[in-house]
Structure formats: C-alpha cells, structure tokens
C-alpha cells in the first residue's frame, strides 16, 4: 500500500514538472518567433535598392557599335540625369560602412563603375566626375597598367591608364580603385575570367586564383596607400566555390555582370555578387535610367 502511494506521488510530480518544462518551452518559442519577426521587419526596414553601372571605354565622339563604347557626351549627359534626378553617387566604402558601422546610405543612391582600366576613362570620365563632383569604381587590370606604366603611348583609343593616373584619381576622393585581377582577364578557353577550368583540382585553382589577385591587390595598395576591398569578376564569370577564396582573401564585395537592382541590408552576404546593369551606346540617358525608377 505504501509502495502505491509513492509511485502515485511520483507520478504526480513528474507531470507537474513535464507540465512546468511544456509551459518553459512554449514561451521560448514565442519569443524566439517574436524576435525573428522583430530581426526580419527590422531588416526589411533597413534595406536600399541600388542600382549599380558598368562601364568600360569612353571615346571623345563615337558611331562605334560596340556595346562596351559610349561617347565623352553620353557619360556627361548620364551624370547631368543623376545629378538632376537627386541620385547619390557612392563607393564600396559606403555600402561597407552601412552594413558593418550602421552608418546612413542616401535617399537614392547609386554606384558607377568601370571596368578594366583604360586610358580614356582618365582622361575624359575622370574630367567629369571632377566637374560634377561625382564618384565612381575603377577596377583596372593591373598586368595591362604596368605595361602602359612603362610606355609613352596615351592613345585613348587602345592605351590603359598608368599607376600614376590611377594615383591621383584615388588622391581625389572621388574614385575608388578595386580588385580586377592582375593577369586573369581573358575569354581564351580552358580558362574564362576567374572561373575553374574542368577537370582541375580545388587546390590548383585556390592557388593560381589567389597569386594573382594577391599581385593585384599589393600592387594597388603600393601605388595608392589603399587595399581594394571589392573583387570585380572579369565577364562575371564565376565558379562554384570562388566566392569562398574571395573572402579568404579579405574581400568584402564582389561585383558580376548582372542586369538586376540590388537589395543592400545589413547583412554583409548581400555584398557578394552584386549586379550591374551594363551602360550600352544608343540609348538616351533618360530612357536608360527610368528602367530603375
């Protein structure tokens, strides 16, 4: 009879205590869900669309048809249309800050970036950015700019920009030089751009990879006192666990070749493989830009 009647005690405290842990849990999970809610509106509620433009040559006047050409007067008229439409042109540096130091982003910002380093972006988008206080990526290829470095040939039709060009655009504040690979921009198969040939092994590839990006990047740093700290994809071409040595390399961003509006929050991830809209001739810059608007 005693025996009965502990078992029936100890029965009643172990569904008391079940009772008290279900009851525990319960309010974890509320609060676990009400916190997600808060973290997700909160993150909603910090978000910037951002329009990002790829450009790569710039000529003094043009009839040329190549897509990667428009003329010294369509870049002018593209910087009037953001300067009268109260967009805000930024740099990497600024969407880093956002993310990492919770600091502000403009109303309606915007970044533009050229790719590759030619001559003419010096000598004529530089004049401008100057002239309307405007900003903007120059993303060089840094084989191309030591070979131009060593050279008398300022032809804007073909030559690249020379370290003491890019120097003294990133002297201005106003451009910001970044990461394009040293020697790896080139559409020749097996290899494309960054991207793994077939076949070839993780540690291969980690290797050549990060040779020459790191060539680039002391480089850069050495001619301007400043470490890039965005990678520019050459023709967007990226593989599967690239965007891993990336960041083991220190990158906080990564640019690809994309036509999309991006989403910037305050998660560093939404840096990686941001988009860009391509700045083609032949088109005015109204109906160029209204596609964002």
Known sequence: MKINIKLYINKKYII??????????????????????????????????????MYHLVFKNTDNKNKFIISESTFEEDLKYIKNNNYTTILVRDLINYVE??????????????????????????ELAKKYNMKFVFSPICHEIEKYSKICDKNPKYAYATWENISEMSNSNLIEIQNHTYNLHSCKKPRIGCKKI???????????????????????????????????????????????????????????????????????????NLKRFLRKPGISSEKFFKKFE
Do not use: W
């Open 16 to 53: 008391k205590l079940l009772s008290i842990f279900m009851t525990v849990m319960s309010s974890v999970i509320i609060m676990s869900k009400l916190c997600s809610d808060f973290f997700a509106d909160n993150n909603i509620n910090n978000s910037v669309k951002l329009p990002i433009i």
């Open 101 to 126: 130091n919770k600091c502000d982003l403009p109303e309606k910002p915007i970044l533009l970036t050229f790719d590759d380093g030619a001559y003419n972006n010096y000598l004529y988008a530089f």
């Open 198 to 272: 077939m076949g070839e092994s993780d540690e291969i590839y980690e290797k050549i990879l990060t040779e020459d990006i790191q060539k680039a990047q002391d480089l850069i740093k050495n001619h301007t006192n400043c470490s890039p700290t965005a990678f520019v994809y050459p023709f967007g071409a990226i593989s599967k666990n690239t965007n891993d040595i990336i960041k083991k390399l220190g990158f906080k961003s990564s640019f690809l070749c994309e036509d999309k509006i991006n989403v910037i929050t305050r998660n560093p991830e939404c840096l990686y």
